[in-house]
Nanobody, 121 residues
């Protein structure tokens, strides 16, 4: 069982930066795929980025070159560094975990409660 707690959200102007953190509580010794998702009101949830325990990362096309995902396994913490933020990045951001590897397909069963990111133009 994994419990996830996000932090680091806030309000910034376009072009600004934020770093989100996700702390895993009661993290087990099993391998986990970790990911960030986002959802704005009235829109479908979309994947932002994912990372395997070995550090392999994947990014949505919309955030490539702007967001950087990393994990500190010793601290059981996931980070999402977001630069050059755009108004379209406004959403509630959720971290999630899945047992095993991100590929071929991860079943994200554990979710944080989310942290709000608002980017104004």
């Amino acid at each position: 069982q994994v419990q996830l707690v996000e932090s680091g959200g806030g309000s910034v102007q376009a072009g600004g930066s934020l770093t989100l953190s996700c702390k895993a509580i009661s993290y087990t010794s099993r391998k986990y795929c970790m990911g960030w998702f986002r959802q704005d009101s009235g829109k479908e949830r979309e994947g932002v980025a994912s990372i395997d325990e070995d550090g392999t990362t994947r990014y949505a096309d919309s955030v490539k070159g702007r967001f950087t995902l990393s994990r500190d396994n010793a601290k059981n913490t996931l980070y999402l560094q977001m630069n050059s933020l755009k108004p379209e990045d406004t959403a509630t951001y959720y971290c999630a975990s899945a047992v095993g590897y991100c590929d071929p397909q991860a079943d994200f069963a554990a979710w944080g409660q989310g942290t709000q990111v608002t980017v104004s133009s």
